[in-house]
């Protein structure tokens, strides 16, 4: 079983940035892709970013690319996602995930094997 804790999350003005952390635990963690999704007030789940088991290997839904930047650090069995230049738009619940594929799966919320609890990002204007 994998177990995931988000932190980070908070109250930012439109144009700050803020940087996301997930932690996880369990056995072969490493052996894990992770990624963030994140879920607006009457919308579906969407994917974020994702990176594999090494640093060189992640990618993006289009609308993040340029703003978001995923990275893992695997001695401390932690992803990160850094956002800048936060938009109104940004304002979700950002969720943690974890699964043993590394494919195009993970543009399908439903087809994630773990999730962490889900930690609030709110932007103001």
């Known amino acids: 079983q994998v177990h995931l804790v988000e932190s980070g999350g908070g109250v930012v003005q439109a144009g700050d940035s803020l940087r996301l952390s997930c932690v996880a635990s369990g056995r072969d963690i490493e052996d894990y892709a992770m990624g963030w999704f994140r879920q607006a007030p009457g919308l579906e789940r969407e994917f974020v970013a994702a990176i594999g088991w090494t640093a060189g290997g992640a990618f993006y839904a289009d609308s993040m690319k340029g703003r978001f930047t995923i990275s893992r650090d695997n001695a401390k069995n932690t992803v990160y996602l850094q956002m800048d230049n936060l938009e109104l738009g940004d304002t979700a619940v950002y969720y943690c995930?974890?699964?043993?594929?590394?494919?195009?799966?993970?543009?399908?919320?439903?087809?994630?094997?773990?999730w962490g609890k889900g930690i609030q990002v709110t932007v103001s204007s």
């Open positions: 995930a974890a699964d043993p594929k590394f494919d195009s799966s993970w543009f399908y919320y439903y087809a994630m094997d773990h």
